[in-house]
């Protein structure tokens, strides 16, 4: 599948700014299924400085600076992106999830023990047993590991209810989970909570879903702007599997990965700060247009 995505950012500040740094994580990543041929990032005012590097999970990052008074601060973002359909996987064929946190937790040097670094808590997502008894439902002893990993996505997805208004930001992931409602950053923090508190990897997934699916295919939830969803860890055969407890499905050609970390700090589209702003607004538009045949 082809998309062309336009993911547009606008700052407009209440006082004129004079200096700002900001750094974006806007290009989608390359990965075995999914391809960016064209990207380009246009700031306006043209910043004085910018530089391009991956961050430490392989994130494509621009840094950039801004000198000079201005009061509006736009950044838009346009990508080309081919994305190939996952292979699908028998859950009850893969690993038990105790086999893949033990081998987490090893003391020699391999893709699992590297992956064991997501197993811990992060600036966002605490771990903790309020997490670990919810998700013991769906981890019963030997459960192969997908097969518990779908389960949890689907209980979140059907004990969650999908509510703008009821967080924002700052919540923390246990009101969220005390409140059972909030958008898909919530979601996934409460999956990968849950995860972690059982000593499984899990890592914060950000990019965009399709809007405009085939006829005949139910739109998305959270489909209109930055869609955020979760990786789990399912041993080194396996890899990294993507889960969407928004949604209750494994992304496929309908998701796009942009970036990927620990929780949302990690891979914010744009972060930084401005001197002399004031009061700022922020307004953000993302298209995802799907080429068809």
């Not at 700031?43 to 961050?55: F, G, H, S, T, Y």
């Not at 840094?63 to 990508?79: D, M, N, T, W």
């Not at 459960?143 to 004990?159: F, G, K, M, S, Y």
């Amino acid at each position: 599948m082809r998309y062309n995505i336009i993911h547009r950012t606008t700052y407009t500040y209440e006082s004129p700014v004079t200096v700002c740094h900001y750094t974006a994580r806007l290009e989608p990543r390359a990965l075995p299924f999914q391809e960016c041929p064209w990207h380009e990032l246009t700031i306006k005012p043209e910043p004085v400085r910018r530089a391009e590097r991956a961050d430490y999970f392989g994130n494509a990052c621009v840094y950039f600076e801004i000198e000079g008074s201005h009061q509006k601060l736009e950044v838009i973002a346009r990508s080309l992106i081919e994305v190939e359909p996952s292979q699908p996987i028998d859950p009850s064929k893969t690993p038990s999830w105790e086999s893949i946190r033990d081998a987490c937790r090893g003391d020699r040097f391999s893709a699992s023990s590297m992956a064991g670094e997501l197993a811990f808590a992060s600036t966002l997502i605490p771990t903790g047993s309020v997490f670990a008894d919810y998700a013991r439902a769906s981890f019963p002893a030997k459960r192969p590991i997908l097969e518990a990993v779908c389960d949890l996505n689907r209980r979140i997805n059907e004990d969650f209810l999908f509510d703008p208004t009821a967080t924002d930001f700052a919540t923390p992931v246990e009101e969220v989970l005390k409140k059972k409602r909030g958008v898909c950053q919530d979601f996934a923090q409460v999956m990968i909570a849950c995860l972690r508190s059982l000593g499984i990897p899990a890592r914060y997934v950000s990019g965009y879903l399709e809007t405009l699916p085939p006829p005949g295919q139910v739109k998305l939830v959270g489909a209109d702007a930055s869609h955020a969803w979760v990786s789990a860890f399912c041993g080194e055969a396996i890899g990294w599997m993507d889960a969407d407890p928004t949604n209750n499905i494994l992304p496929s050609d309908r998701h796009v990965t942009v970036a990927w970390g620990r929780d949302f700090s990690d891979v914010s589209p744009l972060r930084g700060v401005s001197i002399g702003a004031g009061e700022q607004s922020l307004q953000v538009a993302v298209d995802v247009l799907p080429e068809r045949e």
